[in-house]
């Protein structure tokens, strides 16, 4: 394969469907990630999401190693101010005991909630400021050298689970250089610093007992289809869903047509939206993969972690097997 690839899976749950069928789905995902050739895949930490059930991060993790053998599993990230560093040290230390070599954890500063969320989950609107002090500690627990007297994350420590820091701004990517870490983009929804971010990081990269060199995963979103058509289709029923979704957060009950969302989308606000997916591929394999290649090299990433955003399982799935089978027969090719 050119390029080490990898999935973000945001868990979804779809329109009449239930969390257990969405855990079904990923466990049915991240089967076909490990016979298609794919790294690792992620799960992302949202709370008071309907249509996300990945909100017990570490829980959906230790599901899925469960059912696979070799491929990574990890977070995408965890939200660390949600939570105590030595809370996280001991889910993760014990999904590296149970799973040794297959666990990462990927740290974000945002909440992954809203304001009134935050409050429910007795979060300190101020413990994002800790976030660079809050990632030491957490690497201090996992290596066994705890930062607190008397203190052990027991299981987590001597385990060195692998740390990422994830982040759509200049300050993630300034830690990640700073502490040595790998740097995961949020350019699947957030696009607009990518390069400037990634530049930064590559600049200032301080080498660690982790990481000796830097390292750079950038998502994207994918939908591959055998039917161009078909895949451009799918592409506008997610679009579709994610300006909904947005819309949502207005008066309650409001149901929107296709034909409203796609005027929307030539607003000002809907263009703003239609931008978060801007890196997107979209089409048969031969098309993703020379977005892919693209995408990758202007990104100057390592890895591409890729959300495939088909709506059903069924297409989902293609859509994994596709796009490694194209990246793979380039590889060969080559």
Not at 65 to 80: V, W, Y
Not at 190 to 207: G, N
Request: glycine content about 8%; overall charge negative; cysteine-free.
């Amino acid at each position: 394969m050119s390029i080490p690839i990898s999935i973000l899976d945001l868990a979804p749950i779809a329109p009449g469907e239930t969390a257990r069928e969405s855990f079904a789905a990923s466990v049915a995902l991240a089967q076909t990630a490990e016979r298609s050739g794919y790294r690792r895949v992620w799960y992302a930490e949202h709370h008071n999401m309907p249509t996300i059930a990945s909100s017990a991060t570490s829980i959906l993790i230790g599901h899925v190693a469960a059912q696979t053998t070799s491929i990574r599993l990890g977070s995408g990230g965890i939200k660390l101010p949600n939570h105590a560093p030595l809370t996280i040290a001991e889910q993760f230390g014990t999904l590296a005991s149970i799973y040794p070599g297959r666990i990462d954890l990927g740290l974000g500063r945002a909440p992954g909630s809203d304001q009134e969320t935050m409050r429910a989950m007795r979060r300190d609107p101020m413990s994002s400021d800790r976030f660079p002090e809050d990632v030491l500690e957490l690497q201090a627990f996992l290596a066994g050298q705890s930062r607190i007297p008397g203190v052990q994350a027991i299981p987590g420590a001597g385990t060195n689970v692998p740390l990422y820091i994830l982040g759509s701004s200049l300050f993630g990517a300034q830690l990640a250089a700073m502490l040595g870490l790998p740097y995961a983009f949020a350019s699947h929804f957030s696009p607009d610093a990518l390069h400037e971010a990634v530049s930064l990081y590559r600049r200032d990269f301080k080498p660690s007992s982790q990481l000796d060199a830097p390292y750079v995963l950038a998502g994207v979103n994918v939908i591959a289809a055998d039917d161009a058509q078909d895949a451009r289709q799918q592409f506008d029923v997610t679009r579709r869903a994610r300006v909904r979704g947005m819309l949502s957060r207005g008066p309650a009950g409001t149901e929107y047509s296709d034909e409203q969302v796609d005027h929307f989308l030539t607003t000002a606000s809907g263009r703003g939206i239609a931008n978060m997916m801007r890196y997107s591929a979209t089409g048969t394999p031969d098309e993703v993969r020379r977005f892919l290649e693209n995408f990758a090299a202007t990104a100057h990433a390592d890895e591409l972690i890729i959300a495939h955003q088909s709506q059903n399982i069924a297409d989902r799935l293609r859509s994994v097997e596709l796009t490694a089978d194209a990246l793979q027969g380039a590889a060969v090719a080559a």
